[in-house]
C-alpha cells in the first residue's frame, strides 16, 4: 500500500473488504436477480406487459439493491473505532467518505449495470432497450450511492439503522427513479427526445457527487460529538 | 509522560478523546505548545482507544499496512509487527487473533507511522505479562526520542511516569 495515496488507500481496502466473505459485494446482485425473476412469475405470462414496465421495473429494483449494505458502510467503521482514525487524519473527511461512496458504487451498484442488459431478457425487453436500461443505470446510481450516503451518515450510529436511512433516502431517490425510467422509456418508444431526461439524470448524480460527501461530513460530525 | 488514572466513569476516555479533537469541549480549549502550527493535534496524534480499528477480513499485515498508509508513509509495516511480536502471523485473517493479539496489532499503529504525540487508553489492558514488558519498552523509546505520551491507565505500569493526573469520581 505504500505507493498509494492514502485516499487510494481507502478506496482499496473498502472495495478488499465489499468482495471478501460477508463483505456483501453481490448482494446487490442477487437481490435484484430475485426481484426480477419473480415479477414475470407475479403478473403472469402477459409478454407485452412485461415489455412495458420492464425498464420501471430493472430500475426499481436496481435502486433498491443499491441501498443494501448503505447503512454498514459508515457504522461499521464507527463500531470498530476506524472511524476515529479516519477523522483524525489530515485527509478530509468529505473525501474519505466520498471515496468510501465510490467503493460501495463500484462493488453493490456498477455489478448491477453489468447485470441489468442480462436479465432484460427475463422481462420480455429486446437489446436496445436493456441497454438503454443500462445507460441510465449508469448515468443513475452514483445518484443513488451518494444520497444514500447521507442516510449511511445520520444513522451512523445506529446498531440497525438501514430501515431508518431507506425511510430518509427514498423520497431524494424518487426524482432520480423518475428519471432514470423516463430516459430508458423515451430510448425505447419516444415521443420525449432520450437527451432531455438523460441530461437531468446525469445532473442529479453530479450534484449529489458533490452535496452528498459535504452533507455526510456534516452528519457525521455533529453525530459523533 | 503524563498518566491519567482515576475510578472508572471518572471521565480518562473522554479526556483522550477531548485532547484528540473527536469530541468537542463545552468550555475552554486544548492548545499545543510547540509542534506543526498547521496540523491539528489529532493529526499529530496517534489514538489508540478501547476498540481496535481491525477488520477482520483483512490479514494482519493488510489490515497494518493501510492504517500505516492513511496515518503516515506506508513503510514500516514488516518492522512494526516485528516489533509488537506478530511478525509470524503476518498472513493470518485478523479474525483468528485473540483478544491480546488483536491489541498488540491495533498498538502496532504506533511503530508504522510516526507521530511525535501519543493519546493511550488503557493500552496495557488484555495484554500479558510479555506484551506489557513490550509496550513498556515502545513507550521509553519513544519518550527518549522526544515524544509525549498521554496514557489513561487503572494499574501500575512498568514505566517512570513523569506526572500523573488523578482524576476523581467524587470530590
Known amino acids: 500500500m505504500g505507493a498509494l495515496t492514502p485516499l487510494a488507500a481507502l478506496l482499496v481496502r473498502d472495495m478488499q473488504l465489499a468482495v471478501r466473505l460477508g463483505g456483501g459485494a453481490f448482494i446487490g446482485v442477487l437481490f435484484f436477480l430475485m426481484v426480477v425473476t419473480l415479477v414475470p412469475f407475479a403478473?403472469?405470462?402477459?409478454?407485452?406487459?412485461?415489455?412495458?414496465?420492464?425498464?420501471?421495473?430493472?430500475?426499481?429494483?436496481?435502486?433498491?439493491?443499491?441501498?443494501?449494505?448503505?447503512?454498514?458502510?459508515?457504522?461499521?467503521?464507527?463500531?470498530?473505532?476506524?472511524?476515529?482514525?479516519?477523522?483524525?487524519?489530515?485527509?478530509p473527511l468529505e473525501l474519505a467518505v466520498a471515496a468510501k461512496a465510490l467503493a460501495h458504487w463500484l462493488t453493490t451498484s456498477l455489478p448491477l449495470v453489468v447485470a441489468a442488459p442480462l436479465l432484460g431478457v427475463l422481462l420480455n425487453l429486446d437489446g436496445r432497450a436493456s441497454g438503454a436500461v443500462a445507460l441510465t443505470l449508469l448515468a443513475g446510481t452514483p445518484a443513488?450511492?451518494?444520497?444514500?450516503?447521507?442516510?449511511?451518515?445520520?444513522?451512523?450510529?445506529?446498531?440497525?439503522?438501514?430501515?431508518?436511512?431507506?425511510?430518509?433516502?427514498?423520497?431524494?431517490?424518487?426524482?432520480?427513479?423518475?428519471?432514470?425510467?423516463?430516459?430508458?422509456?423515451?430510448?425505447?418508444?419516444?415521443?420525449?427526445?432520450?437527451?432531455?431526461?438523460?441530461?437531468?439524470?446525469?445532473?442529479?448524480?453530479?450534484?449529489?457527487?458533490?452535496?452528498?460527501?459535504?452533507?455526510?461530513?456534516?452528519?457525521?460530525?455533529?453525530?459523533?460529538? | 509522560m503524563l498518566a491519567v488514572t482515576g475510578p472508572n466513569g471518572a471521565g480518562k476516555s473522554s479526556l483522550l478523546r477531548l485532547v484528540a479533537g473527536l469530541i468537542h469541549p463545552a468550555q475552554g480549549r486544548v492548545v499545543i505548545a510547540g509542534g506543526d502550527p498547521e496540523l491539528s493535534i489529532g493529526e499529530q496524534a496517534h489514538y489508540v482507544g478501547h476498540q481496535d480499528a481491525i477488520k477482520p477480513s483483512l490479514t494482519v499485515t493488510e489490515n497494518l499496512a493501510f492504517w500505516s498508509r492513511w496515518l503516515g508513509d506506508g513503510n514500516k509495516v514488516a518492522a512494526a509487527l516485528a516489533g509488537v511480536g506478530l511478525g509470524a502471523l503476518a498472513?493470518?485473517?485478523?479474525?483468528h487473533l485473540?483478544?491480546?493479539?488483536?491489541?498488540?496489532?491495533?498498538?502496532?499503529?504506533?511503530?508504522?507511522?510516526?507521530?511525535?504525540?501519543?493519546?493511550?487508553?488503557?493500552?496495557?489492558?488484555?495484554?500479558?505479562?510479555?506484551?506489557?514488558?513490550?509496550?513498556?519498552?515502545?513507550?521509553?523509546?519513544?519518550?527518549?526520542?522526544?515524544?509525549?505520551?498521554?496514557?489513561?491507565?487503572?494499574?501500575?505500569?512498568?514505566?517512570?511516569?513523569?506526572?500523573?493526573?488523578?482524576?476523581?469520581?467524587?470530590?
Open chain 1, 43 to 91: 403478473l403472469g405470462p402477459d409478454l407485452a406487459l412485461l415489455a412495458r414496465i420492464g425498464s420501471a421495473i430493472l430500475w426499481l429494483g436496481a435502486l433498491l439493491a443499491s441501498l443494501l449494505g448503505l447503512d454498514r458502510l459508515l457504522a461499521s467503521d464507527y463500531e470498530d473505532g476506524s472511524l476515529d482514525l479516519i477523522l483524525m487524519a489530515s485527509t
Open chain 1, 144 to 225: 443513488l450511492t451518494y444520497i444514500g450516503l447521507i442516510g449511511a451518515a445520520l444513522t451512523v450510529a445506529l446498531r440497525r439503522g438501514g430501515l431508518l436511512l431507506a425511510v430518509l433516502v427514498l423520497p431524494l431517490n424518487i426524482p432520480v427513479l423518475i428519471f432514470g425510467v423516463a430516459a430508458s422509456n423515451a430510448a425505447i418508444v419516444g415521443p420525449l427526445p432520450f437527451g432531455t431526461p438523460f441530461g437531468i439524470l446525469c445532473a442529479l448524480s453530479l450534484m449529489s457527487v458533490v452535496i452528498g460527501p459535504f452533507a455526510a461530513a456534516i452528519a457525521l460530525r455533529q453525530g459523533l460529538d
Open chain 2, 91 to 95: 498472513h493470518l485473517p485478523a479474525l
Open chain 2, 98 to 171: 485473540s483478544a491480546g493479539q488483536r491489541r498488540r496489532l491495533s498498538l502496532a499503529r504506533l511503530l508504522a507511522a510516526q507521530r511525535p504525540i501519543w493519546l493511550l487508553d488503557e493500552p496495557g489492558s488484555v495484554l500479558d505479562a510479555a506484551g506489557g514488558a513490550m509496550l513498556a519498552a515502545i513507550m521509553r523509546v519513544h519518550l527518549a526520542a522526544g515524544g509525549l505520551i498521554l496514557a489513561a491507565i487503572h494499574g501500575p505500569l512498568e514505566l517512570e511516569a513523569t506526572r500523573e493526573l488523578r482524576l476523581g469520581g467524587t470530590p
